[in-house]
């Protein structure tokens, strides 16, 4: 018995050591300015969210050399959520009670974002998110660097449209939020733009799906009443390979049938033999393949730091751009505050790494560029189209619920806000 | 008067003792208090208890019946997305109406139904509320829904199982079956749960959202905390009557319990599907302290951690599952969680948030095969080195039941 | 998108294009710019166009293309294949069109002359930009380019250009693959073009006889490319008029009130067509009432009692009454102004070809049906041997020693990344291949041995405990590949014999990945078969199987039997993992993706058996294309509905399909 009290408090000793105590809340400006770092580092995200640690942890390196920030060094503070959804609002909490960092650069899945939004906005935390995702969300204490469904992947279906005449679409995703809520924003999209119900075809599967004989042979079955056929994916990660495996086998080229590709990156690709599939599409707002010497450089930085075979990616771009602009509103509002930086953050305007400009909307996206990209046999992508910049629209235009929603941070102070009945929805968001 | 002698058992006071000591500790000390424990730490504390629960659940199912569940935790998470529903829904009730307020005609019900669908689901890109969120606007009925959707699962898959006779390794295999169906099934966005979205922001209570984050962490810790003691005071009455020496008797040996007169199927049922429902209840005060539930927390790999943690902490003891899954689950988080310093060994450096799970696979296989009694195995060792009887306890409970 | 700038008119590139012309010619000093040859002709024509071609969208990049074709310039072929193919430069400061070679240098480039391909002189990278066109304009091009193509010397360039020509054909080109095929002399090729030109007699030809004839002849064709003809003639369109349709060829006649047309639907196409005034929705409704509110009331209603639909449509009444709003025409009136109107579908071509394809295409269809079901089988079956040979280790394991082994996916995902290795080391995808097989199963076999050494004969007597340990070694192995390679999925690319698929008409084909896997597990069926039945190691590991005491005690090493037994049931796994990864991927959890399937195909299949495991593989393989085939939208919807009714399955027969029976099935 004496044994099992000594354990239990060796286990509660533990339990506290662990967890760390709450330190008393930071008030005013201090030195190290702390940020925060949410990404996976093990589990079955940590292949992309890795590399958004380490990009953050080169773009403070680098921001530390020029001097810092307000005279204070950059501190970074990297916590593992280990692909663990819970564990996101539980880390979150942390770096915001116990490190006090004054922003986080974090997330992937939209599930991760959600669950960690009601943290940061109780708590009045600042979080970056460098991933494009299906939009319907614009949190106060949120700015969504990464594609809105309009700037990814609209132009893409208007490419389709407009530039390889397609005139009958398959909606390939994986079985989760952003494939369903894109797909049923597309759908919307492709019927006012006059494509009748029966030339959409929408498929879903699991994550990992290995099996595609089927869904590829039905899809070369829709060419069958003479419409030309295109694909839109919205399949992710490892699925992709089998996917393209499949399209290979059955000698569907890109000039047959079209596949345009939102979450297919450097990254993906390079698990991939792809001379099979030159001429299919990507859309992102980001390759490294960008012909610009601010784009040269950050690859070459890239390069040095985590080795030659590393590539990058539109996230990456995304935080790089996120953190800029960071940088540049605390420097404006001469404190990281979140209520002043907040402020600061809108219309500051920061070079893309393709070209132009990245502005900060009142809504908190991105206005950025869209690209699409064929893929090559060396697994890069070569840019056959670059439009202007697309504001990021956080309520999309093309679903009635949300087409009367508009965000605006900067005079209305809502992000959700009903512009028919003229009121604020809520001013929390959604979770 | 077998609960008083329950009450009486010497583990019991033991837990019972600890868990109140532990609970007041965690509560004076708390930030809401005015302590020194954060938030996230009372919160994370307060999950284990859920979890040390709903092992005492498996514990009785696999340690003391001998039906290796793989299945726990899938009736755990149904447990949490009932009270969900109600917290999603309550919550968005609230706000829609709040926003209606405004408007220039005063909201049609359907309105506010169609207002509260397209913001729980305008997510996943919906807008109807599905019929399964027929009864999320009322609290008692999804607090009745906990109990009872687990057991009613848990009491027909067991009816269909244990009549036709699947036992064993089968039975293991058909409860995994049935976990990763239930799993895929709540993947599906058009079965009205939100996919892979889950449910989120549970952390906010409807009608409490004034109260901090901070006192409603202790809240459910000292609810948690309350229902772990009720639990297993439940569960050591069950295992020390005559109950208790029968189901043990039918993990030992099946056959010869049937023929001596019993009717395992009854008793086996019974206590799969009553352990379902802790593991609802479990679920149900774990998830609003987790903020989000999603189908991933119910996939296959859950249930399973679940069987480790009890084969950890020893196996046919109560608190050997308390012990086996606070143990485990904190090192977890304590490992996983960056917090372990690297190891650097010159050539390679040891990161732990890497390792963790290689080290986490080998203990368990050695536990399994050198110390199949676990981490309660040594209390044993160091309480009555002299008796070398495999299960003392048991043995004792076994002469006095017959 | 790209702005939609307008079209410079020509005179002003001409003026531009002189002018430059003059400048250079005048000013010889000007420098660089100017130190080459005045625009060839074929430069002229790109540089007219040059907007155009910045431009570079298929909407508008026509008249380029036929400003090309059309003008007679022999190497206007050469130019647009130069185009096509992303060969073409633009120079920045005067935008003239050159070829560029990359030199040591990678800030700088080589000019070369469009047409002559003779060196004209470096140039900055940045001061140049290479001209992108996108397939859509590929395709253009390559449609452009038929003309010349079709009669190329080259067979390969011909039959390049009958696939562009099949791909996106015009009414033009009619005459020119006619006269192409004249010419021809390889039969394959005439054969193609032959069926290309009816297919485009079918589309083009102004004869209806021809048309007809061309129509009769496909019938039977089972090709993707003759029902995407076909199918277009019978396209139709809906008319509502008060006539009789009789000049109309008519599909199908509409009757309103019926479930497929209901009187709703019927008025909503005539006010889509101007026929019928707009119904009033809720919204304009709420809009009108809204518009009416006087001192928190409406037409005498307060506005606070406007919370139900009936109180509102009451509001909305009173407002009529009262003149303030139009008023909505009553569900009767809408429907006798729907009965005034013959709705019905109409074809857009003419009877006699309507009536020629709708014979022609409906044997077809019926036929596409069966060759889907067929192919359909394909799938199913390649499905099946997949699950095979992922769960044949298992059964053989799980049978014999009543071993649940939990890692036996991570066995297979071992003799992916096995592969994996030998394939960076033998970049001969083939040789690689061979290599590998063989090496899978020794890795996975050894470690089989090394799991039964260590682990599992330490638990033989407890079963359920083997699955946990063995799960223990599953998190361990699965975090250790993690390490080793990464969470990134890794390439394993099967050798280019591997790489097609094997059609037996367009709708039926298999890859010949799935082919060689199929191939795989009937070797190991066969094997299996042949060692369990026909060896000694065999008659050892059955005798065990039935009786493991009374084997023992005579003279049978039970210790060996069950090593054996365990790393053959290993092995397999490793080769199941090379095939698994040849046609899907290699990450480390493809295991996990297959150990539930393959759990399910032991236990319906029935333990200890491989004609079990065969037929368990089968029904699970067959059930799941069936289930994908009655939902083809959802894919997760049918492995969810295919666990569950294999749950059902086991109520009814709980030792699986071929169960063993007497003592063996005690074990």
């Known amino acids: 018995m004496q044994q099992k009290k000594t354990l239990c408090a060796l286990l509660t000793a533990a339990g506290l050591g662990t967890f760390g105590l709450a330190g008393p809340a930071a008030a005013q400006q201090e030195c190290p300015i702390k940020v925060g770092i949410l990404h996976s580092l093990s589990g079955t995200m940590a292949i992309s969210e890795t590399t958004l640690k380490d990009t953050m942890l080169m773009l403070i390196d680098q921001q530390n050399e020029k001097g810092g920030l307000l005279g204070c060094e950059l501190e970074s503070v990297v916590v593992d959520p280990a692909s663990d959804w819970p564990l996101f609002a539980e880390k979150a909490r942390e770096l915001l009670t116990v490190h006090d960092v004054d922003v986080i650069f974090g997330n992937w899945t939209s599930v991760s974002r959600k669950s960690v939004l009601p943290v940061i906005e109780e708590l009045n935390g600042l979080?970056?998110?460098?991933?494009?995702?299906?939009?319907?969300?614009?949190?106060?204490?949120?700015?969504?660097?990464?594609?809105?469904?309009?700037?990814?992947?609209?132009?893409?279906?208007?490419?389709?449209?407009?530039?390889?005449?397609?005139?009958?679409?398959?909606?390939?995703?994986?079985?989760?939020?952003?494939?369903?809520?894109?797909?049923?924003?597309?759908?919307?999209?492709?019927?006012?733009?006059?494509?009748?119900?029966?030339?959409?075809?929408?498929?879903?599967?699991?994550?990992?799906?290995?099996?595609?004989s089927k869904i590829v042979s039905d899809v070369v079955a829709l060419g069958a009443d003479g419409k030309k056929v295109g694909v839109i994916s919205t399949i992710n990660g490892d699925a992709n390979v089998g996917f393209y495996k499949e399209l290979a086998a059955s000698g569907v080229s890109a000039d047959d049938i079209p596949v345009v590709a939102f979450s297919v990156g450097e990254e993906e690709l390079s698990g991939l033999d792809t001379s099979n599939l030159v001429g299919h599409l990507a859309a992102w707002n980001y390759f490294q393949s960008a012909d610009t010497p601010e784009n040269e450089e950050f690859v070459a930085a890239w390069k040095t730091r985590m080795g030659d075979d590393r590539v990058t990616n539109d996230p990456m771009e995304a935080h790089y751009i996120g953190f800029n602009m960071w940088v540049n509103a605390v420097e404006a509002a001469g404190t990281t505050d979140v209520d002043a930086v907040s402020e600061a953050m809108i219309g500051q305007e920061f070079p893309n790494l393709t070209g132009g400009i990245a502005k900060m909307l009142p809504n908190h996206h991105l206005a950025k560029p869209v690209l699409i990209g064929e893929i090559q046999d060396d697994g890069q992508f070569d840019i056959i189209s670059q439009t202007e910049e697309v504001d990021g629209d956080a309520w999309t235009d093309f679903l009635p619920e949300s087409a009367v929603l508009i965000s605006d941070w900067k005079d209305l102070k809502c992000g959700m806000y009903n512009t028919e009945t003229k009121t604020c929805v809520q001013i929390k968001s959604n979770y | 008067?077998?609960?008083?002698?329950?009450?009486?058992?010497?583990?019991?006071?033991?837990?019972?003792?600890?868990?109140?000591?532990?609970?007041?500790?965690?509560?004076?000390?708390?930030?809401?208090?005015?302590?020194?424990?954060?938030?996230?730490?009372v919160k994370t504390l307060g999950m284990t208890l859920c979890l040390c629960l709903v092992a005492i659940a498996m514990d009785l199912v696999w340690g003391y019946t001998g039906i290796l569940s793989l299945g726990h935790f899938a009736f755990f998470g149904l447990g949490g997305y009932m009270i969900g529903m109600w917290l999603m829904y309550a919550r968005t009730e609230q706000i829609v109406i709040e926003a209606a307020a405004g408007a220039p005609l005063p909201p049609t019900p359907q309105e506010i139904q169609d207002a509260i669908g397209t913001q729980i689901f305008g997510v996943v890109g919906g807008s109807d509320i599905p019929a399964i969120w027929m009864f999320a606007g009322s609290l008692p009925i999804q607090l009745l829904l906990v109990v009872l959707v687990p057991g009613v699962l848990a009491l027909i898959f067991g009816w269909l199982a244990f009549r036709s006779r699947v036992t064993g390794v089968y039975l293991s295999i058909l409860t995994q079956a049935l976990t990763l169906a239930l799993s895929l099934y709540l993947f599906q966005?058009?079965?009205?749960?939100?996919?892979?979205?889950?449910?989120?922001?549970?952390?906010?209570?409807?009608?409490?959202?004034?109260?901090?984050?901070?006192?409603?962490?202790?809240?459910?810790?000292?609810?948690?905390?309350?229902?772990?003691?009720?639990?297993?005071?439940?569960?050591?009455?069950?295992?020390?009557?005559?109950?208790?020496?029968?189901?043990?008797?039918?993990?030992?040996?099946?056959?010869?319990?049937?023929?001596?007169?019993?009717?395992?199927?009854?008793?086996?049922?019974f206590v799969f599907t009553l352990t379902a429902v802790i593991a609802g209840v479990a679920g149900a005060l774990y998830y609003p302290q987790a903020g989000i539930i999603n189908p991933a927390e119910m996939a296959p790999i859950a249930?399973?951690?679940?069987?480790?943690?009890?084969?950890?902490?020893?196996?046919?003891?109560?608190?050997?599952?308390?012990?086996?899954?606070?143990?485990?689950?904190?090192?977890?988080?304590?490992?996983?969680?960056?917090?372990?310093?690297?190891?650097?060994?010159?050539?390679?450096?040891?990161?732990?948030v890497d390792w963790w799970q290689v080290l986490l696979g080998l203990s368990f296989v050695v536990i399994t095969v050198y110390a199949p009694k676990g981490i309660a195995g040594i209390f044993d060792v160091l309480s009555r080195p002299a008796k070398t009887s495999a299960r003392p306890v048991k043995t004792a409970e076994k002469a006095r039941a017959s | 998108m790209q702005g939609t700038e307008g079209v410079t008119p020509p005179f002003i590139i001409m003026l531009r294009s002189l002018c430059l012309a003059l400048l250079c010619l005048s000013v010889p000093l000007l420098g660089p710019a100017c130190a080459q040859p005045a625009p060839t002709p074929i430069e002229e024509i790109l540089l007219q166009n040059s907007d155009l071609i910045e431009e570079s969208s298929r909407r508008t990049i026509e008249p380029a293309i036929a400003a090309l074709s059309e003008s007679g310039l022999p190497e206007a072929a050469d130019v647009m294949i130069m185009w096509r193919d992303k060969e073409l430069w633009r120079r920045k400061s005067d935008g003239r069109f050159f070829r560029i070679e990359p030199t040591d240098d990678r800030d700088t480039y080589l000019m070369k002359s469009l047409v002559t391909g003779e060196e004209i002189g470096p140039i900055g990278r940045r001061d140049v930009d290479q001209i992108k066109p996108n397939s859509g304009i590929r395709g253009l091009i390559d449609g452009a380019l038929v003309q010349f193509q079709l009669t190329d010397p080259n067979p390969s360039v011909r039959r390049a250009s009958l696939d562009s020509l099949a791909r996106d054909p015009s009414a033009d080109q009619l005459p020119i693959l006619r006269r192409a095929i004249k010419n021809e002399a390889e039969p394959g090729i005439k054969a193609q073009m032959?069926?290309?030109?009816?297919?485009?007699?079918?589309?083009?030809?102004?004869?209806?006889?021809?048309?007809?004839?061309?129509?009769?002849?496909?019938?039977?064709?089972?090709?993707?490319?003759?029902?995407?003809?076909?199918?277009?003639l019978l396209t139709t369109v809906r008319k509502a008029i008060r006539e009789d349709p009789d000049t109309e060829n008519v599909a199908a006649t509409l009757t309103p009130g019926t479930d497929a047309f209901s009187y709703d639907a019927a008025y909503d196409f005539l006010v889509s067509q101007d026929l019928a005034p707009k119904t009033i929705n809720a919204a304009a409704r709420d809009a009108a009432i809204v518009a009416n509110i006087e001192n928190g009331s409406v037409a005498g209603i307060p506005v606070a009692t406007l919370d139900t639909r009936l109180a509102r449509d009451a509001a909305y009444d009173k407002l009529t009454e009262n003149g303030a709003v139009s008023p909505a025409l009553t569900e009767a009136e809408r429907e006798d102004l729907v009965d005034t109107f013959n709705f019905f579908d109409a074809y857009r071509e003419d009877p006699q070809i309507t009536e020629a394809v709708l014979g022609t295409i409906g044997a077809i269809n019926t036929k596409v049906r069966l060759n889907e079901m067929a192919d359909l089988s394909l799938d199913a079956l390649s499905l099946a041997s997949i699950y095979f040979l992922a769960a044949i280790g298992l059964a053989i394991t799980f049978g014999v020693m009543g071993v649940i082994n939990m890692a036996h996916g991570e066995f297979i995902m071992m003799g992916a990344y096995t592969a994996y290795v030998v394939q960076l080391f033998i970049p001969d995808r083939t040789l690689s291949i061979i290599v590998a097989l063989p090496l899978a199963f020794l890795v996975t076999f050894a470690a089989g041995v090394i799991l039964e050494r260590l682990v599992i004969r330490w638990l033989y007597h407890r079963p359920l405990e083997t699955l946990l340990a063995t799960f223990g070694v599953s998190i361990a192995l699965q975090q250790l590949a993690k390490n080793i390679f990464g969470t990134q999925a890794r390439p394993l690319t099967a050798p280019d014999w591997l790489g097609g698929q094997l059609v037996f008409n367009d709708v039926v084909a298999i890859s010949y990945i799935r082919i060689a896997i199929f191939?795989?597990?009937?070797?190991?069926?066969?094997?299996?078969?042949?060692?369990?039945?026909?060896?000694?190691?065999?008659?050892?590991?059955?005798?065990?199987?039935?009786?493991?005491?009374?084997?023992?005690?005579?003279?049978?090493d039970r210790e060996r039997v069950n090593m054996l037994t365990f790393g053959l049931g290993s092995g397999i796994a490793g080769i199941a993992g090379v095939a698994i990864g040849l046609f899907a991927k290699v990450t480390s959890e493809l295991g996990q993706a297959y150990i539930v399937q393959s759990f399910m195909t032991v236990v319906v299949g029935g333990v200890g058996n491989v004609w079990g495991t065969l037929a368990g593989a089968t029904l699970i393989g067959f059930l799941q294309k069936g289930i994908e085939w009655f939902n083809p939208s959802n894919t997760l919807a049918a492995q969810t509905y295919m666990i569950v009714f294999i749950i059902i399955f086991i109520q009814f027969r709980p030792r699986g399909i071929v169960a063993l029976k007497g003592r063996a099935a005690e074990a």
């Open chain 2, 1 to 41: 008067m077998r609960t008083r002698s329950v009450i009486y058992q010497p583990h019991v006071i033991v837990v019972l003792s600890l868990l109140v000591v532990f609970t007041v500790a965690i509560v004076s000390f708390s930030e809401a208090a005015g302590g020194f424990l954060s938030t996230s730490l």
């Open chain 1, 127 to 212: 979080l970056f998110y460098p991933v494009q995702y299906e939009g319907e969300e614009s949190s106060k204490n949120v700015f969504y660097t990464g594609a809105a469904p309009n700037q990814q992947a609209i132009p893409a279906v208007d490419y389709f449209l407009e530039e390889l005449g397609v005139e009958k679409f398959a909606l390939l995703g994986t079985d989760y939020v952003y494939p369903r809520t894109t797909n049923k924003i597309l759908e919307q999209y492709l019927k006012d733009k006059g494509i009748a119900e029966a030339d959409i075809f929408v498929n879903y599967t699991p994550f990992g799906h290995s099996d595609w």
């Open chain 3, 194 to 232: 032959a069926r290309i030109e009816r297919l485009l007699t079918v589309r083009f030809d102004e004869d209806i006889e021809a048309r007809i004839e061309a129509i009769e002849s496909f019938a039977g064709d089972l090709g993707v490319d003759v029902r995407a003809t076909l199918n277009p």
């Open chain 2, 303 to 352: 249930s399973i951690y679940l069987a480790v943690w009890v084969a950890i902490g020893g196996r046919g003891r109560l608190y050997g599952a308390v012990i086996g899954a606070a143990f485990v689950s904190l090192l977890s988080t304590w490992f996983t969680g960056g917090r372990a310093p690297d190891i650097n060994l010159g050539f390679y450096t040891i990161h732990w």
């Open chain 3, 519 to 556: 191939v795989l597990a009937i070797v190991f069926f066969v094997l299996l078969l042949f060692v369990l039945n026909r060896t000694r190691l065999g008659l050892e590991v059955r005798a065990v199987r039935q009786n493991p005491r009374m084997a023992s005690s005579m003279g049978i």
């Open chain 2, 189 to 269: 966005n058009e079965n009205g749960l939100r996919g892979n979205n889950g449910l989120s922001g549970l952390q906010i209570i409807p009608g409490a959202e004034d109260v901090p984050q901070s006192r409603i962490s202790v809240y459910f810790f000292v609810a948690s905390a309350v229902a772990l003691g009720l639990g297993y005071v439940l569960s050591a009455w069950l295992v020390s009557g005559k109950f208790g020496s029968i189901i043990r008797g039918i993990r030992d040996d099946e056959a010869r319990v049937r023929f001596l007169g019993y009717s395992v199927e009854h008793y086996k049922l």
